[in-house]
């Protein structure tokens, strides 16, 4: 092969040319670090639906690729390739990428019966010989029907010298005969869901377009909208670049209105025949889209071929668990039924009954029942209602019971059996104790009512009371237990002994309720259940196995109910808490996103306060000292309106924690006076909580005297706070109290030997926040520590030491976060991201020409950019501007 520059067709060389790459690429770095390890291997290939990003992955990585030096073909697929015009396309792009030359008659021949696999063969000996890393990316390979083609592109594969590599994109599985290469580790392969975006990714990826001020909470909301769709996220987030209003415009996001409609109305249904656009807006009304009953409502037309294909060419319907039933995106589906929403009511009324007959005749009831509602058949509804609401209840989706509940007439709900206990219980968990009580009373006073019914309408009561976080009305309700009967109280049970000071209780109960009970447990029972062993495992300080519960419990709530449910909030707000004692801090936020709301609401007093303390307690970490204290107020406020004091006094206590390390002591007191008058409160009603409101003081107490020097208060303080702590197995509590003695006595000989014992017990817990949360200054006197061997003789490991005081220091961040902040803070004059990366490509020795290569602009651009780099990097030369980022810290 001879080289000219030249010989490659204008035909092929349109083929060959890669596309232009976003301005800021939605595919996250977690999944372009596993595609960059995977494409070492002969054969990788991204299958996805559409708009999920795989031409902008492979856009991506042959930048990588190419930043150190490999040679990287590029070939793009469409519906009319064949061998004669794929095979010639592949050995222009190769050749061209290699620096080979290949006579313009060759290829020609090339395509032709054994022409083209000699010439294969022997771009593939030149591959071999110039040993250099060689990668061909082969895009829309779903387009390619030709056996012949498909064929020579796999004869690639299985032929390549071990520095050749092919990446293939494409809408369904590869046509390749590929399990041997998969038996052999040969073979990769990127589906659908490794390049739906995480929350994390749609955060970075917010941040990095519009700044870092994106709060969480925003990319949260987004993040939920768009289903981890990377084309919805590029979609809006191409309208919020041109508004200054974020938050609102992530609000205001709708399907039927704006950038988003007017992509479906364009790119989606343009491209439909009526007949398909009619049956979509009519199935619209279905959360589930059955084909047969789409075909109904649509008049007749082939719904499967229609669903198939959109979910080929869209992603904008897709198969539930690879089945043969389907579920629209969401914002795809208020898009269509916006224009449901423009046929007359008594057509949308026919639609809602015709869907409910379907619905009873395929024994799907509790769809049937939704639809009948909706559709006028009135008497057929409420039977199906009913069955409805119990199907709801034992899946635990009590917001959707609640839903019936409010929408039903009282006196259907009032000749019902079947409604009432399942609403009464879905009351009581969602914090509506007066229509519980309301409920149960209902229940009761019915003539002829069982003994079995009775007990579950007490428990119930006792659920509502735990909700309420009265505990003294909680045991009244099952003063007539019944061993029995145990596992039925198992959850009642579990909280009450928690708070009793019997954490290890909890647990047992549990056990007896999942191995003994004479039905299996119901989902918002076992869920229920799930959290009070986490909690109790918490309170003890054993936060590694509570962050273990929680985890498993909140991966089921989420797969049975949904990321943004109550069962999973309160598990979210568990394991935020746990996270955050065993140093995960940007993890613990990040499960508090877009959740605050429904715990706020509806869950439990335990989850309230541990997820508005971890929340305030990160963003203090942050410097975000106001937010710390909004989220504080906030907690105090949630207690107020609902007459839960120890909420209050969480609240309190905090607030005097953070102000404490602070040394303000003024605000302390002051603070103080409204914490001693919960505690001391002769008009409050005795809830069972008084040791727990009496700790929270005492500790409190003791920071504040601390403050004002007068240690004896403070020291009696503690011991109050230790006996109260050990009484309830409160051993996180019983570690704070060590650390806040320990800082009493800093200047005495018992100091050091607490303060090794308090992180002694820390380290056999792994609880790496103790002295950041309870003494940050205690930096001054761990030298101290050290030389007296107290820590040694502890059992403290140096390595745990260093990560809980890390955190003591001021300025602290996370360390998956602080390369960036140090990369930013270094940046002389700040270096712009688009002068970082020609910063990096000239540490490899690239030249301007391949750098405007790389990254698709105009070698003056690059010129540009060179000058403003050199100045900035105060550099003579290239070298030297290479120099001076190294010995900046700029580049490693």
């Given at each position: 092969m001879k080289k000219t520059a030249t010989a490659v067709p204008y035909r092929l060389a349109l083929k060959t040319m890669p596309p232009h790459s976003a301005r800021q690429a939605v595919a996250p770095p977690r999944l372009l670090a596993r595609l960059r390890e995977a494409v070492e291997q002969p054969l990788v290939a991204v299958t996805s639906l559409a708009g999920f990003g795989k031409t902008s992955l492979l856009v991506q990585l042959r930048r990588e690729l190419l930043a150190p030096g490999a040679a990287v073909a590029w070939l793009t697929i469409e519906a009319s390739d064949d061998r004669a015009s794929v095979a010639p396309a592949i050995i222009a792009s190769l050749s061209t990428a290699l620096g080979l030359e290949m006579p313009a008659r060759a290829f020609d021949q090339v395509g032709q019966a054994g022409a083209d696999l000699w010439a294969a063969s022997e771009l593939l000996v030149q591959l071999h010989e110039l040993a250099r890393p060689t990668w061909l990316l082969i895009d829309d390979l779903h387009q390619l029907a030709d056996r012949d083609a498909i064929d020579f592109i796999y004869y690639l594969v299985t032929n390549a010298p071990s520095n050749f590599h092919v990446v293939v994109s494409s809408r369904t599985d590869p046509p390749f005969p590929v399990e041997e290469l998969r038996?052999?580790?040969?073979?990769?392969?990127?589906?659908?869901?490794?390049?739906?975006?995480?929350?994390?990714?749609?955060?970075?990826?917010?941040?990095?377009?519009?700044?870092?001020?994106?709060?969480?909470?925003?990319?949260?909301?987004?993040?939920?909208?768009?289903?981890?769709?990377?084309?919805?996220?590029?979609?809006?987030?191409?309208?919020?670049?041109r508004r200054s209003d974020i938050a609102g415009t992530v609000a205001s996001l709708s399907g039927a209105t704006g950038d988003v409609a007017r992509y479906f109305s364009q790119f989606v249904l343009e491209s439909l025949d009526e007949g398909a656009v009619a049956m979509l807006v009519r199935a619209s009304l279905l959360e589930t889209l059955h084909p047969g009953l789409c075909a109904a409502l649509g008049g007749g037309v082939d719904a499967a071929e229609i669903l198939v294909r959109l979910e080929q060419q869209t992603g904008l319907v897709t198969s539930v668990d690879g089945g043969d039933v389907y579920r629209m995106h969401p914002l795809f589906r208020e898009y269509l039924a916006s224009l449901l929403a423009e046929l007359p009511a008594s057509e949308r009324s026919a639609l809602h009954a015709k869907a409910a007959e379907w619905f009873a005749a395929h024994d799907m009831l509790e769809h049937a029942a939704e639809h009948a509602f909706l559709g006028g058949l009135r008497a057929e509804a409420m039977d199906w209602i009913e069955k409805r609401v119990r199907y709801l209840g034992v899946q635990g989706r009590i917001v959707e019971v609640l839903a019936w509940l409010d929408r039903l007439p009282p006196e259907e709900i009032a000749r019902r059996e079947g409604i009432q206990l399942t609403a009464a219980w879905a009351c009581a968990l969602c914090y509506r104790p007066q229509d519980a009580e309301r409920l149960t009373d209902v229940i009761l006073a019915r003539p002829g009512v069982t003994p079995e019914v009775v007990l579950q309408a007490n428990i119930v009561r006792s659920a509502a009371a735990i909700h309420c976080d009265d505990y003294q009305r909680a045991r009244g309700c099952i003063d007539t237990y019944d061993p029995a009967l145990g596992p039925l109280y198992c959850n009642t049970l579990s909280?009450?002994?928690?708070?009793?000071?019997?954490?290890?209780?909890?647990?047992?109960?549990?056990?007896i309720s999942d191995g003994h009970g004479r039905v299996a447990r119901s989902f918002y029972d076992s869920i229920y259940g799930a959290f009070a062993v986490g909690l109790s495992y918490l309170i003890e300080g054993q936060a590694k196995e509570a962050a273990g519960v929680f985890a498993a419990a909140l991966e089921r709530a989420e797969s049975v109910t949904g990321w943004r449910s109550l069962p999973a909030a309160i598990h979210a707000a568990g394991l935020a808490a746990a996270n955050w004692e065993l140093g995960a801090e940007d993890e613990a936020r990040a499960l508090l996103a877009n959740r605050l709301d429904l715990i706020e609401q509806a869950a439990l007093p335990d989850a309230v306060i541990l997820a508005y303390l971890t929340l305030a307690r990160y963003e203090s970490q942050k410097g975000s000292e106001?937010?710390?204290?909004?989220?504080?107020?906030?907690?105090?406020?949630?207690?107020?309106?609902?007459?839960?004091?120890?909420?209050?006094?969480?609240?309190?206590?905090?607030?005097?924690?953070?102000?404490a390390i602070?040394?303000?002591?003024?605000?302390?007191?002051?603070?103080?006076?409204?914490?001693?008058?919960?505690?001391?409160?002769?008009?409050?009603?005795?809830?069972?909580?008084?040791?727990?409101?009496?700790?929270?003081?005492?500790?409190a107490a003791a920071r504040v005297a601390l403050l004002d020097h007068d240690y004896t208060v403070a020291l009696a303080a503690l011991d109050h706070a230790a006996e109260i702590a050990a009484r309830l197995r409160r051993g996180r509590d019983q570690i704070a109290v060590r650390i806040v003695r320990a800082s009493s006595l800093r200047d005495d000989d018992e100091g050091p030997p607490l303060l090794a014992e308090a992180l002694s017990l820390a380290e056999s817990f792994g609880l790496v926040r103790v002295l950041a949360d309870d003494w940050p200054a205690a930096l001054d006197v761990l030298p101290e520590l050290d030389r007296s061997g107290c820590g040694a003789a502890a059992g403290v490991s140096p390595a745990f030491v260093e990560r809980v005081t890390e955190r003591c220091r001021v300025g602290w961040v996370p360390k998956a976060a602080a390369p960036k902040s140090a990369a930013t803070n270094q940046r002389p004059a700040q270096l712009s991201a688009r002068e970082m990366e020609i910063l990096a490509a000239l540490a490899h020795g690239r030249?301007?020409?391949?750098?405007?290569?790389?990254?698709?602009?105009?070698?003056?651009?690059?010129k540009w950019h060179m000058r403003n780099l050199l100045s900035k990097l105060n550099a003579a030369n290239r070298r030297h501007a290479v120099d001076r980022a190294r010995l900046l810290g700029i580049l490693d």
């Open positions: 038996a052999h580790g040969l073979y990769t392969q990127f589906v659908t869901e490794d390049l739906r975006l995480r929350l994390e990714d749609t955060v970075g990826f917010l941040r990095r377009r519009l700044g870092d001020e994106v709060d969480i909470e925003i990319g949260a909301r987004l993040h939920e909208r768009t289903e981890g769709w990377p084309m919805a996220l590029q979609i809006v987030t191409s309208a919020m670049a909280f009450i002994a928690i708070h009793s000071g019997f954490p290890e209780r909890a647990r047992y109960y549990q056990q106001g937010k710390a204290f909004d989220a504080l107020n906030s907690l105090a406020a949630i207690g107020e309106l609902r007459g839960q004091p120890r909420l209050v006094a969480a609240s309190l206590g905090e607030q005097i924690r953070q102000h602070r040394n303000r002591l003024m605000s302390c007191r002051m603070l103080m006076n409204g914490l001693d008058a919960i505690a001391a409160d002769p008009a409050r009603a005795d809830r069972g909580l008084e040791a727990e409101l009496r700790l929270i003081r005492e500790i030249t301007n020409k391949e750098i405007a290569n790389i990254l698709d602009v105009g070698p003056e651009t690059i």
